[in-house]
């Protein structure tokens, strides 16, 4: 490291990766939040608060052979020498914690949790090393209810977060269908371990680059438009017909794609127990009201995680939303999830069946907000000028009478005069400002000013006497109207 | 560290110092937290979040001479080698937020921010290294306007919280009283810092020794009951009663303090200054309501933080609680701040007024439950048993019916028999229990069942005919009455 010179002056910098957020936006993420955890609360789902970090080893991000954990995750050691991570996701803590309490937990344990996780990866444009996951998981409960019963309660969250139905879809599809379109496919073996990595990865794109485009990526590979080439899964024809015709069989409704996988993969165990959990889900699902228009069975939903074992799943909304420029903006998935059967098996060596579901709040909060449909209680606070600071608790009284009647409201405590402080109710984006001066206080008035609709001309005027009596945005009332004159002017917006 | 064997388990256990937490708790501080933000956010305060990491040199932990950040954090060094630290406080934070946007930050500038911060110190009981922090600051407002009014929304937030008025106080001192002390008892020079630091640390202990216990303190030093040794500051019998008479100067009202006070500190400029300040906050923190009740001018006020450079204050509950053992339960102070000139002078150069709050969560929400005022909107789930997975879509469709009666409810998905279902429910602690099985379901009947009547007795029914017909606590009532049926359960508590 560079050493520190004698009079050192830090540069305020924050952290390549992270974010500050200021505002508003804070509070429609709250409010989406809250909404979401009363749905879960409401299927009987308890919070759950675990630390940020955890031994790095019960994080499942130590490498027996290697002296530091794993890349992608912030680590250090702790003065006992243990080395200890940050999560990085909300998944591995609870399956510590529920390893950790197991005898003493009431099973099927069902939480929620919401919270910070950090990934030690290059950052990029909206991709940040923090950002917040909001999970529910079911514990001790096998398929297929307990995975009909998330993906239920997912669809109430997406729509309690603000979505309306028919603008999103749950997708749902099961590793066990996978696995059997992979035996069949003739890639079951130890030695095709790479090739089925590849096949999945390409069944992943079938929703960006359509039937043809994931022929190429299973057979010797393809070009995009910049030229990049991404290698193949080389598969022979017959595989790749095989994979594209399951990714095909997704039909208009569930009763058709169950009828479409069964003919391909009716020789394989797997496959057809995997068939058997997709019917079972399905049904349950459309009897309980979520049918295809909000939990639609598609089998090119793979979902990254290599640990889930049964079911996965994924929420993606079907609407557009164009960007300044007239362009539609991907949202892509904003959550997902899937059965993990052998998550806890880790550290206790027994098999507990666990499903769960994961938000990306910020992804889910951004469509929200390009759609105009984040919740939003933000009003800035009507702000009170300092005509003379001898006057200082009448104008505390008055923002104080404002905040009884539930108006936010403040008094301007710098040190600048009557044009700084207008300029500061404006920036701050005030939708009301009041002034009393020597006039007000000897004729018993106040005057309030209307900010927006003043807006444009505030910067013009030069003498207090003249602007103030010229001003259409403003008016003046008895100071025992204070409260009712501001209601007027906010009433207007 | 030592090499991991071949077929490794880990254990699973959280980090030591860190602490998971489940259910009510978590809700009654998200209550808690929600209502100060109201607070907050009434007085024209806005939300901030920064990252959990900040560069190590920006929150004033890097000492210019190791190679390490100080101890007291968690810190690691990124990829581009420059080591961050997870925040030990929100203010440091903030310090940097406003030196890195300070051009165009509105100023004054008034965030609040709640959020986790870490300590890398020796945990102990109730002492984690990971806990919440609320805060309040403005930035650019100069005393002592800005200092009247922390503590007036102070007040505000420690009731919202749910302390009654007239079971805590805030108290409120200035450090250029203190200041003046030590000059005009002649500990000014650059020679009595280990004994300005040792007054300082005896005046903190005032509350609980007594003006004895401080006078030993200030002199050779004091012995307490457990034989331990505390060395003192060596001070002069003359300077020793002086710092006391400081002590003693509290009066019953605030202008008795500031009386007694200016016969005291008079010869010193800083000391007059200090008053100044003082007066000019008790005045208007008694013009806007907020008298001695509830923000006291209290000389023996200290906290900590070496940065503060004016006002001071802390809140402490004056309510006396009781622990099991008939003991009073010390909550001491909830939280404090104070006004720090200095803090953005180590980015900028330039001296930035601020003031903040900065409320303890924990302790806080601790009080409040020991005292029994924690809001809870907890209730356990209403959950719905499974006689016969053949109708699990009945089940379900049962819960959401109270679901959308605004009624928490699951359906048990776990897959054990009706035994351990009924203990499930138990340990769940749900309040109504729901049977259907064939001779309701031949009836058109629901089973209600009162678990908390009935718990007493659930343990030694082997049978269940005769357990189902005996119970007191249940009741069967039509299908289609099965919300209005649980509502009157539900009322009984």
């Keep these: 490291m560079a050493k520190k010179q004698k009079t050192f002056r830090p540069k305020a910098r924050k952290p390549r990766g992270f974010r500050d957020r200021l505002g508003e936006e804070i509070l429609a993420e709250q409010a989406m939040l809250r909404r979401i955890a009363e749905v879960y609360a409401s299927w009987g789902f308890d919070p759950l608060e675990t630390p940020a970090f955890e031994y790095s080893d019960a994080l499942g991000k130590f490498l027996p052979d290697t002296d530091r954990p794993n890349a992608g995750v912030f680590s250090l050691t702790d003065d006992d020498d243990q080395w200890m991570s940050l999560r ?34 290059k950052p990029g444009p909206g991709r940040y090393r923090e950002f917040t996951q ?63 990595l590849g096949v999945l990865r390409a069944m992943d794109k079938f929703d960006k680059f359509g039937a043809e485009g994931v022929r190429l990526l299973l057979g010797k590979g393809r070009k995009d438009e910049s030229g990049d080439y991404t290698k193949g899964a080389e598969l022979s024809d017959g595989q790749t017909d095989m994979v ?8 208009a409704d569930n009763g058709a794609t169950m009828e ?11 496959g057809r127990e995997g068939i058997s959990e997709l019917q079972a889900m399905g049904e349950m699902l459309g009897r309980l009201g979520f049918d295809e228009s909000r939990c639609k069975i598609d089998l090119a939903v793979v979902r990254g995680l290599e640990y889930y074992t049964g079911p996965v799943f994924e929420a993606d909304l079907t609407f557009d939303v164009l960007d300044d420029k007239g362009r539609k903006i991907q949202f892509g998935s904003v959550g997902g999830g899937g059965r993990y059967d052998d998550l806890v098996k880790r550290f206790k060596g027994v098999e507990v069946p ?8 910020s992804r889910l909060l951004a469509a929200l907000q390009a759609r105009g449909q984040a919740e939003s209680q933000w009003l800035a606070p009507v702000v009170v000028l300092v005509m003379d600071k001898g006057f200082m608790a009448d104008y505390q009284q008055m923002a104080a009478e404002l905040r009884a009647s539930g108006i936010r409201a403040e008094v301007y405590l710098g040190g600048s005069g009557l044009k700084a402080q207008l300029k500061y109710a404006d920036k701050r984006g005030s939708p009301v400002t009041i002034i ?28 207090n006497k003249k602007w103030r009596e010229d ?18 002017i906010l009433a207007r917006y």
């Excluded at 594209?244 to 039909?251: D, K, R, S, Y």
């Design 260 to 270: 479409g996988l069964s003919d391909l993969l009716g020789a394989s165990e797997v």
């Design 436 to 463: 009393v001066g020597e006039d007000e206080r000897a004729k018993g008035q106040v005057t309030l000013k209307d900010l927006r609709l003043g807006k444009a001309l505030s910067g013009e005027i030069d003498d």
């Design 244 to 251: 594209v015709a399951f990714l095909q069989a997704t039909g």
């Design 134 to 196: 909001f999970d529910a998981d079911s514990v001790g409960a096998p398929a297929p209810f307990a995975d009909a019963e998330i993906c239920a309660m997912f669809a109430e969250a997406v729509e309690a977060a603000g979505v309306p139905r028919g603008d999103y879809v749950i997708r749902i599809s099961n590793r066990k269908v996978m696995n059997g379109l992979l035996e069949v496919a003739g890639l079951a073996g130890e030695g095709f371990a790479t090739q089925r």
């Design 471 to 488: 001003q259409p945005a403003q008016m003046s009332v008895r100071r025992d109207a204070l409260v009712a004159g501001v209601k007027e």
């Design 354 to 361: 666990a499903v769960g579901v994961s938000i990306g709040v």
């Design 88 to 121: 990085y996701d909300l998944t591995a803590p609870l399956a510590r914690f529920v390893a950790e309490n197991y005898d003493g937990l009431v099973k099927p344990f069902r939480r929620y949790q919401v919270g910070s996780v950090w990934r030690n990866e």
